[in-house]
Antibody, heavy 123, light 109 residues
């Protein structure tokens, strides 16, 4: 079955770049049927969509406007992974970071999620 | 961007009762773009309802999604102990934005 698994640094210093990887198994991220997305959740708070990417290359990734200037999502088809980079982090970026599959037709939903990885921004 | 407001913030009920969770949108979304998720402590969210009405695979039939316009509802009948969790509604809108409500905590009374 399809599984997603995040891996991240655990701790990032303020002003540095946060990088998290999502490894996908059970489906090729290049198949073109899905988008691949990032969502985050600060401790005890709600969910915030970060952005999504599609393998087709026909369009740019879509990002949350509140993060647009600092975020980049990319694909590594050779490893069946997708990546999140978030620049110039502050303590406000401390959160659990989830990767998820977005189904763009029919369900139109995040149907499969990774277990999440905790990233703390602190000096 | 569509803003979603969920109410109540916390709902205290007993097993066997019926829970009614509300999600109000700042603008009317396509009903195909409205979904509900359940999250338990230490776990990622799980898709319950897609396109306002349709239960995802594995969602029990006591979970009922409804609504139209700007008002959407998740009804959970015959509450089971495993239903006590946080519930989020989520909307997709164009230009592409995906937004979650702030969540409703369903707790055991």
């Amino acid at each position: 079955q399809v599984q997603l698994q995040e891996s991240g640094p655990g701790l990032v210093k303020p002003s540095q770049t946060l990088s998290v990887t999502c490894s996908v198994s059970g489906v090729s991220i290049s198949s073109g049927h899905y988008f691949w997305a990032w969502i985050r959740q600060p401790a005890g708070k709600g969910l915030e969509w970060i952005g999504r990417i599609h393998a087709s290359g026909s369009g740019s990734p879509n990002y949350n406007p509140s993060l647009n200037s600092r975020v980049a999502i990319s694909l590594d088809p050779s490893k069946n992974q997708f990546l999140l980079n978030l620049d110039s982090v502050t303590a406000a970026d401390t959160a659990v970071y989830y990767c998820a599959r977005w189904v763009p037709s029919g369900l139109i939903a995040f149907d499969i999620w990774g277990p999440g990885t905790v990233v703390t921004v602190s000096s | 961007e569509i803003v979603l407001t969920q109410s109540p913030g916390t709902l205290s009920l007993s097993p066997g009762e019926t829970a009614t969770l509300s999600c109000r949108a700042s603008q009317s979304p396509d009903s195909a773009h409205l979904g509900w998720y359940q999250q338990k402590p230490g776990q990622p969210p799980r898709l319950l309802i897609a396109a306002t009405f349709y239960r995802a695979t594995g969602t029990p039939d006591r979970f009922i999604g409804s609504g139209s316009g700007t008002d959407f509802t998740l009804t959970i009948t015959r509450l089971e102990p495993e239903d006590f969790a946080i519930y989020y509604c989520r909307v997709y809108s164009v230009p592409v934005t995906i937004t979650f409500g702030q969540g409703t905590r369903l707790e055991i009374k």
